[in-house]
């Protein structure tokens, strides 16, 4: 979240942040008015809690002299009734303020381009050669299910819609590249983490995924959430604590099961794979030093990019307008595959700098070389890649007329030498 204090003196920032952002700037105007309420109260408090001490010091000197003290204990009963009252006032304006502060998103970076959709998005980068079919290529699931690896009808009769049940070679594939990528950024110097894919709630407000969007998760009846991405317990795991500087940056991978809603989505993308409620994604995590953090994130996009790279899969790097930028990010990139079925690219990885945002609400904090006082460190992440969009830009691109899919090379070793995937007799 943002800093209470930065609020009340960037008023004008953040008003212009949430109109970038196409937000309703009334949730600004509703911290501002019942902030000042709360400091009005504390103000007041604190002249009444002088006079019912200076009255509690008579009451004392009047008791040794013999003195009736009556009408002074009625004041002070009076005085601490009003204190008691006000001081619920002031524990009523906290709990707003607080829950304000965590609906209010974070400040988009001056680089990130101003725009209200997806079509001011801007293009960075390109990478790879479309490849031209001689003959119409096939949607991913057409290919799936004709190969027999994927089955959305057996998933729905167990589970509902948008579920998949990836059969033989469909199983391996999806177990290949997770190994694959993680093996991957292993070799980037990341450090692999293995986390539970169900998190408390404090875990889901550290990141900001509470409480603005929880309609969109999946809620236990033990007040846990099935993690929506594994970007929730890894930034989570140094909630509460103080890092050395020395220790910065950490940089963890981690693959989990994700689950979500998904409420909205209609047309294509509920089609296969694109937009399932549960599914597999390799996350990679930063904790870094602030004067880094955005050095940081551009390597953050590069080794994402790396796999698709390995996997010669053409792609391009959108920066993100401020109207499609994540809640809590102040910058992010999105890594966009190319589908030949539908002759456009297909998100595949967000990679975002969070600045201190998230670190604020997790509290996470880093003491500086030579320093007593700690200070936030901030948070980066992105998905290294989302592996069911990975399948289907496999799928897609190397698709041939006669239904078989090549396996990329580098993947070869890790699918028990397959290099081709057919349709069984």
């Known amino acids: 979240m943002l800093d209470i204090k930065f609020l009340r003196e960037n008023q004008e920032l953040v008003r212009k942040s949430l109109v970038n952002r196409g937000l309703d700037t009334k949730i600004l105007d509703r911290f501002l008015t019942v902030d000042k309420e709360r400091r009005r109260l504390l103000k007041e408090i604190e002249p009444l809690k002088a006079k019912r001490n200076e009255i509690s010091k008579q009451i004392g000197l009047r008791k040794q002299k013999g003195e009736n003290v009556d009408e002074l204990l009625e004041e002070v009963k009076e005085i601490s009734r009003k204190i008691k009252e006000m001081e619920g006032e002031v524990e009523e304006k906290e709990r707003e303020v607080k829950n304000l502060l965590l609906h209010i998103p974070n400040i988009p970076h001056p680089s990130v381009p101003i725009g209200k959709g997806s079509e001011d998005n801007v293009v960075v980068r390109e990478w790879g050669e479309v490849r031209e079919f001689k003959f119409p290529p096939r949607h991913h699931w057409e290919i799936g299910e004709g190969l027999g690896i994927l089955d959305f009808e057996r998933a729905g009769k167990i589970s509902g819609s948008r579920f998949v049940v990836y059969w033989r070679e469909g199983a391996l594939l999806a177990r290949a590249l997770i190994q694959f990528m993680i093996d991957v950024h292993l070799k980037q110097g990341y450090e692999e983490v293995y986390p539970p894919f169900l998190v408390n709630r404090e875990s889901m407000i550290g990141t900001g995924q509470l409480p603005k969007f929880e ?24 909630r509460d604590e103080i890092l050395e500087e020395d220790d910065l940056p950490i940089k963890l991978v981690s693959y989990t099961a994700c689950f979500r809603r998904e409420a909205g989505s209609y047309g294509k993308e509920v089609r296969g794979l694109t937009r399932q409620h549960q599914f597999d994604k390799v996350e990679l995590v930063k904790f870094v030093h602030p004067d880094t953090s955005y050095d940081e994130l551009e ?24 109207a499609d930028l994540g809640f809590s990010a102040s910058k992010c990139y999105d890594i966009e595959v190319w589908l030949p079925s539908e002759k456009r690219y297909l998100e595949i990885s967000s990679c ?12 996470l904090r880093f003491r500086p070389r030579g320093s007593n006082k700690t200070q936030l460190l901030h948070t980066l992440n992105g998905s290294g890649l989302a592996v069911g969009r990975t399948i289907i830009a496999i799928l897609e691109n190397y698709q041939e007329e006669d239904g078989s899919v090549i396996i990329p090379e580098v993947l070869r070793p890790y699918l028990q030498g397959i290099y081709r995937l057919e349709k069984r007799g």
Do not use: G, W
Not at 299 to 322: G, H, N
Not at 354 to 360: G, I, S, T
């Open 215 to 238: 309609n969109d998760m999946f809620h236990t009846d033990m007040d846990l959430f099935l993690v929506p991405t594994a970007e929730v317990p890894v930034t989570n795991l140094f």
């Open 299 to 322: 390597t953050l996009v590069k080794d994402a990019e790396e796999i698709l790279k390995l996997l010669k899969l053409p792609y391009r790097v959108v920066s993100l307008c401020t």
């Open 352 to 363: 975002s700098n969070c600045e201190d945002y998230q670190a604020r609400r997790a509290n």
